[in-house]
């Protein structure tokens, strides 16, 4: 069962967390799009103000900026960027600085992650990679597009591996604690990959034991047939 109440010792407890932001680091992939612009820059900018972003992940990818390992773009007009450590809405407001006499009145500075996905391995129904469409997704939403963990997945020992600037970390956390809502567990950041193992002992779980019981079945009418042989 999820979310059942915690009490430190079979459920656990877990510290209350504010909702950390994801901040780009490098090797990440910037779609920026500026609309509208001044006329005379228009077809400059053809690629980001085309709209491009809604059309394929192989057109965005290519009209995206790639984080160097420096945490840097390269952008347009402006040169080189230091994006890395940031949030999208800050890379936002230093676009807009820089552009601000180029995008008319009104205008607006659109930043996108591009690489925003997360991948739910295996004891689920529909293993895979997910793109993440909202800002802030949770790991039961990412749990239900992989068609929810199967029935005899360990509930109590679901893993994570996230990105950080430090390189990757693995945690291990209990999808049957309520306090889970307020964790560091609970909003799923770009990237994430969610391991659901199997529960220990599964050796007499349903499926095992209706094989069992299959060649057992097959074996007794082998050796019923045989008797019936010998007797004749």
Do not use: C, W
């Not at 597009?145 to 997945?153: E, K, N, R, S, W």
């Not at 050796?223 to 042989?229: C, D, N, Q, S, V």
């Amino acid at each position: 069962m999820y979310l059942q109440p915690a009490d430190g010792e079979i459920i656990p407890n877990y510290a209350k967390e504010v909702a950390a932001v994801y901040r780009v680091q490098p090797g990440d992939e910037l779609f920026i799009k500026l609309a509208p612009l001044d006329a005379d820059l228009n077809d400059y900018f053809k690629s980001e103000v085309s709209g491009a972003y809604f059309s394929t992940e192989t057109s965005v990818s290519l009209s995206s900026f790639l984080v160097d390992e420096k945490g840097f773009i390269s952008y347009p007009l402006i040169g080189m960027i230091h994006v890395g450590g940031k949030t999208t809405s800050e890379i936002k407001d230093i676009i807009e600085a820089s552009f601000k006499n180029i995008v008319i009145e009104g205008g607006s500075v659109f930043v996108k992650l591009v690489n925003n996905y997360v991948s739910v391995l295996g004891d689920v129904k529909m293993p895979g990679r997910f793109v993440i469409y909202k800002e802030r997704l949770s790991v039961f939403h990412a749990i239900a597009m992989a068609g929810d963990l199967l029935p005899f997945a360990s509930r109590s020992s679901v893993k994570i591996v996230r990105q950080t600037p430090d390189g990757p970390v693995v945690k291990t956390f209990d999808l049957r604690s309520d306090e889970i809502l307020g964790s560091e567990f609970y909003y799923i950041q770009p990237n994430d990959v969610i391991y659901v193992g199997k529960m220990k002992g599964q050796f007499f779980r349903f499926e095992s034991l209706t094989n069992i019981m299959t060649v057992l079945s097959g074996s007794l009418s082998i050796f019923l047939i045989a008797l019936t042989i010998n007797k004749n």
